[in-house]
């Protein structure tokens, strides 16, 4: 059976015995430097009970993220930092991965993602991040956008397999296939663009469906991610988003209405 959050607190045990929690802040377009918006979006996402926070190189706001983790008054241990490499190969992994870890300066990454396949040399560069993870520099290796058959590159190779896939889901995109496989093969499902950067709020279905529940568009897409069992990380820079789309677990979609928002958004597509 799927393991699905039930708080901002609930975990899921990785199948390299991790213990990652389920719920986060995603952090794509949360700007580093003068407005401090990622710093102070982290600091109030954790100080609210957010225990997730996914970064990446490509973002270029990890320092934000290692300094609002040492302002937040919660412990390192506590907080579960994710981030991603961009590039690929050996060299350029291992030069990419110890800026990252400068940058956070938190002393290990809890989750080290290659960020995207089409980076190529998939197989070189995640014998790389084996070894940071074999030198105790990070927790759990995992990979982003991966598809079954980069999946099965990685087995022909002989490696491990991955602990998490980070692929874009949300009612919309709803990728069936990966997620069983995934599933089948213990590989966590991490959500990204939950909220579908924020660009389906004024579908009717999906209005219908939160006027129904007293809930926003968001917390409504949000929720479904959590029904499905989803690893989910919404991304916001506004201070009181970030509370509501954590107010999502006290209620929860009908399945009939979790039909209605798959199978009309299905049809929709289709026409
Ligand atoms: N691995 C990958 O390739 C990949 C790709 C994309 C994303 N990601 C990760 O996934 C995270 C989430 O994805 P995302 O940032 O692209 O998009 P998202 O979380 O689906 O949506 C974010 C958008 O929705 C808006 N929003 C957030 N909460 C809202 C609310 N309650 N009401 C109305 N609007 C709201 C945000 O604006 P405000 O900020 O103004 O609230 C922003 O424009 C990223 O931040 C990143 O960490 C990973």
Request: hydrophobic share 40%; with cysteine; charged share 25%.
């Amino acid at each position: 059976m799927t393991l699905k959050a039930t708080s901002l607190a609930s975990k899921v045990v990785l199948n390299d015995g991790v213990e990652m929690p389920m719920f986060g802040l995603g952090m794509n377009l949360l700007e580093s430097g003068q407005s401090k918006a990622a710093e102070k979006a982290v600091i109030h996402a954790v100080q609210n009970n957010y225990r997730l926070l996914d970064t990446a190189q490509f973002y270029g706001n990890e320092a934000d993220v290692g300094r609002a983790v040492k302002k937040s008054g919660v412990d390192r241990k506590d907080l579960f930092v994710v981030t991603k490499v961009w590039e690929n190969g050996a060299a350029r992994c291992k030069k990419v991965f110890n800026e990252s870890m400068k940058k956070l300066d938190l002393g290990y990454i809890d989750l080290y993602l290659i960020h995207s396949p089409s980076a190529g040399k998939n197989v070189e560069t995640y014998k790389t991040l084996l070894d940071f993870k074999s030198k105790g520099l990070i927790r759990s290796v995992g990979v982003s956008n991966y598809g079954i058959h980069h999946f099965e590159g990685l087995k022909d190779a002989g490696l491990p397999t991955p602990s998490v896939n980070q692929i874009e889901l949300h009612p919309w995109q709803q990728k069936r296939d990966i997620v069983k496989y995934c599933r089948e093969n213990g590989i966590a499902v991490m959500g990204h663009c939950p909220i579908a950067k924020g660009q389906k709020l004024k579908d009717p279905t999906l209005g219908k469906i939160a006027q129904k529940y007293n809930k926003t568009p968001a917390q409504v897409m949000i929720r479904w991610s959590v029904q499905k069992g989803f690893i989910t990380i919404p991304k916001s820079a506004n201070l009181d988003r970030i509370i509501e789309n954590a107010d999502v677990f006290d209620w929860s979609i009908g399945e009939e209405d979790m039909t209605t928002l798959v199978s009309t958004i299905i049809v929709v597509l289709y026409v």
